[in-house]
Nanobody
Framework: QVQLVESGGGLVQPGGSLRLSCAAS????????MAWYRQVLGKQRELVAA???????NYADFVKGRFTISRDNAENTAYLQMNSLKPEDTAVYYC???????????????WGQGTQVTVSS
């Protein structure tokens, strides 16, 4: 069984910073890509940032220059450093991991439970 647990969300003023963490645990052979998505009530979940196992990153245009994704392969953990936060960044942020639970198994996608980020004065 695989679990992804996010932490680090909360309330922050516009212009402030937060750092989200996503720790994966359980029966894991290897984690390939990890990513952060966000969702506002009534809207589709959207990709924020993604990172491959070897560190290649991809960002949505609306966070480029403000957010940084990173990961620690030894700890099966991903991070999202969010700077210069805006009210429109308010959403539930979800961690996603594409991983294999055995050397012979196919990639499967797993999701965390989400963490609320609220940007407001």
């Amino acid at each position: 069984q695989v679990q992804l647990v996010e932490s680090g969300g909360g309330l922050v003023q516009p212009g402030g910073s937060l750092r989200l963490s996503c720790a994966a645990s359980g029966s894991i052979f290897v984690i390939n890509a990890m990513a952060w998505y966000r969702q506002v009530l009534g809207k589709q979940r959207e990709l924020v940032a993604a990172i491959t196992r070897d560190g290649r990153t991809n960002y949505a245009d609306f966070v480029k220059g403000r957010f940084t994704i990173s990961r620690d392969n030894a700890e099966n953990t991903a991070y999202l450093q969010m700077n210069s936060l805006k009210p429109e960044d308010t959403a539930v942020y979800y961690c996603n991991a594409e991983l294999r639970i055995r050397s012979w198994s196919a990639n499967s996608a797993y999701w965390g439970q989400g963490t609320q980020v609220t940007v407001s004065s």
